[in-house]
T-cell receptor
Framework: DAMVIQNPRYQVTQFGKPVTLSCSQTLNHNVMYWYQQKSSQAPKLLFHYYDKDFNNEADTPDNFQSRRPNTSFCFLDIRSPGLGDAAMYLC????????????FGDGTRLSIL | GESVGLHLPTLSVQEGDNSIINCAYSNSASDYFIWYKQESGKGPQFIIDIRSNMDKRQGQRVTVLLNKTVKHLSLQIAATQPGDSAVYFCAETFQGAQKLVFGQGTRLTINP
């Protein structure tokens, strides 16, 4: 059974039109992460939440925002998507920081028209 | 900066043969390492992990070796099957760190 669920699996949006990607988890993990992954490159961390504490990576564009209304759900908002934002977006969770595996969802592939 | 890298971006092996995927890391503080498998259109899937107090750990058909002296990590897959075709990423972190550092990935192709 899927434990980190991302919806939708495929998302198409227009250039500049806001889009929201969602992630839910059944693991009751404290930490939720959002990654961007392009064409077989390694996942690139955008930001993460430890419970309600938000940490943004220094090089994450301002265009990207996140919300975590409760333990189970986390959202990625892209305010004005550009062509360069077309990618796979991966959500992951871990019970805590440090020596813990992260558990990934199957991602949302975002296309920009 | 600190990084985790892979020596070979692609690897092809015959079905039934063993494969070895290598990874180098540079952060001497890293004490926890993970191998992930990512199939096309899916998210990375945890395969196996190892802590720095071990130099070898075995799973089902997979073995991870850790050489802390030369900061090298490898994943051995025994008797490869078509379903092993994927991109494999190593990742490293340390106690208290807030994120994983991923290697660049190796694409493993299993030839029939």
């Amino acid at each position: 059974d899927a434990m980190v669920i991302q919806n939708p699996r495929y998302q198409v949006t227009q250039f500049g039109k806001p889009v929201t990607l969602s992630c839910s988890q059944t693991l009751n993990h404290n930490v939720m992460y959002w990654y961007q992954q392009k064409s077989s490159q390694a996942p690139k961390l955008l930001f993460h939440y430890y419970d309600k504490d938000f940490n943004n990576e220094a090089d994450t564009p301002d265009n990207f925002q996140s919300r975590r209304p409760n333990t189970s759900f986390c959202f990625l908002d892209i305010r004005s998507p550009g062509l360069g934002d077309a990618a796979m977006y991966l959500c992951a969770t871990s019970r805590d920081f440090g020596n813990q595996p992260q558990h990934f969802g199957d991602g949302t592939r975002l296309s920009i028209l | 900066g600190e990084s985790v890298g892979l020596h070979l971006p692609t690897l092809s092996v015959q079905e039934g043969d063993n494969s070895i995927i290598n990874c180098a890391y540079s952060n001497s503080a890293s004490d926890y390492f993970i191998w992930y498998k990512q199939e096309s259109g899916k998210g990375p899937q945890f395969i196996i992990d190892i802590r720095s107090n071990m130099d070898k750990r075995q799973g089902q058909r997979v073995t991870v070796l850790l050489n802390k002296t030369v900061k090298h990590l490898s994943l051995q897959i025994a008797a490869t099957q078509p379903g092993d075709s994927a991109v494999y990423f190593c990742a490293e972190t340390f106690q208290g760190a807030q994120k994983l550092v991923f290697g660049q990935g190796t694409r493993l192709t299993i030839n029939p």
